[in-house]
């Protein structure tokens, strides 16, 4: 994607995203990798309602600050995900309500955290990888996300919150949202007798629909 294009998709992505609840005060951050290996990310501190497309942070494919404010200070969880996935354009981190509470529950899966609750979660999620706590700006954080990223396009980050890949901004930012009402669901069902899909019907959709 072209520069300009990009900062007008990142503001209107993160004005979505804000609108429905899934960035609260200034949390998440958003980037985007452009056609020539920048980055486009949301600054530090900001809110992802009420974006400037001309104070995002842009970075040369060297790692130099080029332009606009401040990128996130999460900005190393962004290279960690684009080193591990090559194919992916653009990173969504948020830190929405029922997915950062799933996040917090004991006992998840570290390969595999969220079971198969709808066939939309596995098509759109895949299997969704857990990372220990760090404190924000951990570079460890990152660390350990670039070491499960290359199995995984979506991650969650242990009493943190979501992070997720994708080849376009729409379907990073899709993957989030699914994210959230999946974890949702497995927090409205937690303590029931759940029938989840079936190992067969898990292995078909992931054929028919690889992440």
Same mark, same amino acid.
């Given at each position: ?30 980037? &985007?990798?452009? /056609? ?15 974006? /400037? %497309? !001309? ?55 570290? /390969?595999?955290?969220? %079971? ?76 029931? !007798? ?6 067969? !019907?898990?292995?078909? &959709?992931?054929?028919?629909? %690889?992440?």
């Amino acid at each position: 994607m072209k520069e300009r294009k990009g900062r007008a998709a990142l503001c209107r992505v993160g004005a979505r995203l804000a609108a429905r609840g899934l960035a609260p005060g200034t949390s998440g951050n958003l980037s &985007l990798r452009l /056609d020539d290996g920048a980055l486009l990310l949301t600054p530090t501190n900001s809110s992802l309602g009420d974006l /400037d %497309p !001309d104070a995002l942070a842009l970075i040369t494919p060297k790692g130099v600050h080029h332009g606009g404010a401040p990128p996130t200070k999460e900005q190393f969880l962004h290279a960690a995900l684009y080193a591990a996935r090559p194919q992916a354009t653009a990173i969504v981190h948020l830190h929405s309500t029922y997915a950062v509470a799933y996040a917090c529950l004991r006992g998840l899966r570290a /390969d595999d955290a969220m %079971p198969a609750i709808t066939p939309y979660s596995v098509m759109r999620l895949g299997r969704v990888a857990l990372v220990p706590y760090f404190r924000p700006g951990d570079p460890r954080l990152g660390t350990a996300v670039g070491a499960v990223a290359a199995g995984h396009h979506a991650v969650l980050l242990a009493n943190h919150g979501p992070v997720v890949a994708g080849p376009s901004l729409e379907s990073a930012a899709s993957a989030a949202e699914e994210l959230e009402e999946t974890a949702k669901l497995l927090l409205i069902v937690r303590g029931s !007798d759940v029938e989840l899909l079936r190992d067969a !019907d898990v292995e078909e &959709l992931r054929r028919m629909f %690889p992440s």
